[in-house]
């Protein structure tokens, strides 16, 4: 597979449950990322990540969890979630998070997530 | 506040006519900006890209504007097909900044 993979693509959640979105990039980039659009808003970063280590984390909710195992996965724990979470939420990559002036986004295709 | 600005949220062109996506932004530092499109169920994609030491670039039928002077970039297509019928965004940063900024996106209907 080529390009960055998100799943799942769909996910339905109770505002109890606990889940965790995916994401890999096989780009070999050294930055991956969390974006969270929701309708008629700004794509809104959350969380940077550089060579697996945070950089930036935008005042997200700490009942968005992500985590980093390698530069290649990224994952987003979610608990307790509420229903303005609901929201298309994108993993991106690019080459080099210092420089993403000149490399931009690889995005992936997103996950929908819906909290009932 | 927002820092980037896309304030047609839909436009619609016929097949053949030339589209033309606007997006103003307020950050006078910015100097690094692109443009995404993006199909229903799908990522954003990468389209074209433009530094300020220019005022334009093209890449086939898609060319991107800018006037930093008024803080505006503009995305034209030519001829629009049905195939362009998506929402695009614009993006902008700075070579001092650590990331993009986006607009809210403008859906371009391509009418056949």
């Known amino acids: 597979e080529t390009g960055v993979t998100q799943t799942p693509r769909h996910l339905v959640m109770g505002m109890t449950n606990k889940k965790s979105l995916k994401c890999e990039q096989h780009?070999?980039?050294?930055?991956m990322y969390w974006y969270k659009q929701s309708a008629k808003k700004p794509l809104e970063l959350m969380f940077v990540?550089?060579?697996?280590?945070?950089?930036e984390n935008n005042s997200v909710p700490s009942r968005f969890s992500p985590e980093c195992p390698n530069s290649s996965h990224l994952f987003l724990h979610l608990h307790t979630l509420q229903p303005e979470d609901s929201a298309l939420y994108l993993c991106?990559?690019?080459?080099?998070?210092?420089?993403?002036?000149?490399?931009?986004?690889?995005f992936g295709s997103g996950t929908r997530l819906t909290v009932v | 506040d927002q820092q980037v600005k896309q304030n047609s949220p839909s436009l619609s062109v016929q097949e053949g006519r030339i589209s033309i996506l606007n997006c103003d932004y307020t950050?006078?530092?910015?100097?690094?900006f692109l443009w995404y499109k993006k199909y229903p169920a799908e990522g954003p994609t990468f389209l074209i890209s433009?530094?300020?030491?220019?005022d334009k670039n093209e890449d086939g039928r898609f060319t991107v504007f800018l006037n930093k002077s008024a803080k505006h970039l503009s995305l034209h297509i030519v001829p629009s097909q049905p195939g362009d019928s998506a929402v695009y965004f614009c993006?902008?940063?700075?070579?001092?900044?650590?990331?993009?900024?986006f607009g809210t996106g403008t859906s371009l209907t391509v009418i056949p």
């Open positions: 990540y550089s060579l697996e280590e945070r950089v």
């Open positions: 991106a990559s690019s080459q080099d998070h210092f420089r993403v002036y000149h490399y931009g986004y690889t």
């Open positions: 433009i530094s300020s030491i220019k």
């Open positions: 993006a902008a940063n700075s070579n001092t900044g650590n990331q993009f900024y």
């Open positions: 950050n006078s530092m910015f100097d690094y």
């Open positions: 780009l070999g980039h050294n930055a």
